[in-house]
């Protein structure tokens, strides 16, 4: 798997438009920046700080996260999400996501992606459908 050493960074920008709002998210009623559009920049830019770290068979996909929204942003407004991978502990990565209004913090969020083969990961996807493309669970 990846090397991917603690330490790796990226930065990746949105200016807030209408379908980043709770509203067209479906999150909430007010016409700020949804958190789920916050929690996709994060990751987002996780999958960014890993950039040419991993073999070409490998991808990573995003298990778990946790985020706190403290401030809101209106359309128009642009917000920077700044990842550091904290943490490489077997298949698993740790990144810390700081998303900021310029100087006011907006978010902070913790999240885990996991390292898998990407042909063995896809291949579970047909394991699971029979042979009409129906789920079989």
């Known amino acids: 798997m990846g090397s991917c050493n603690p330490g790796l960074k ?15 998210l479906g999150s909430g009623d007010v016409p700020v920046v949804g958190t789920p559009a916050l929690l996709a920049l994060a990751e987002s830019a996780c999958v960014q ?3 040419g770290e991993l073999a070409d068979a490998e991808t990573t996909v995003g298990t778990w996260a946790e985020i706190e929204h403290v401030t809101p942003v209106a359309v128009g ?4 999400a700044r990842a550091t991978l904290i ?5 698993r990565l740790e ?4 998303i900021e209004h310029g100087d006011t913090v907006v978010a902070k969020v913790r999240h885990r ?4 083969d990407r042909m063995q990961f896809l291949d579970r996807l047909d394991a699971d459908r029979d ?4 789920a079989t669970r």
Do not use: M, P
């Not at 990226?10 to 067209?24: C, F, G, K, W, Y």
């Open 10 to 24: 990226h930065v990746r920008e949105l200016v807030v438009s209408e379908q980043d709002t709770s509203i067209a």
């Open 49 to 51: 700080a890993i950039d």
């Open 77 to 80: 407004g642009r917000v920077c």
């Open 87 to 91: 943490g490489h502990h077997g298949r």
């Open 95 to 98: 990144f810390n996501v700081t």
């Open 113 to 116: 992606r996991v390292l898998v």
């Open 131 to 134: 042979i009409t493309g129906a």
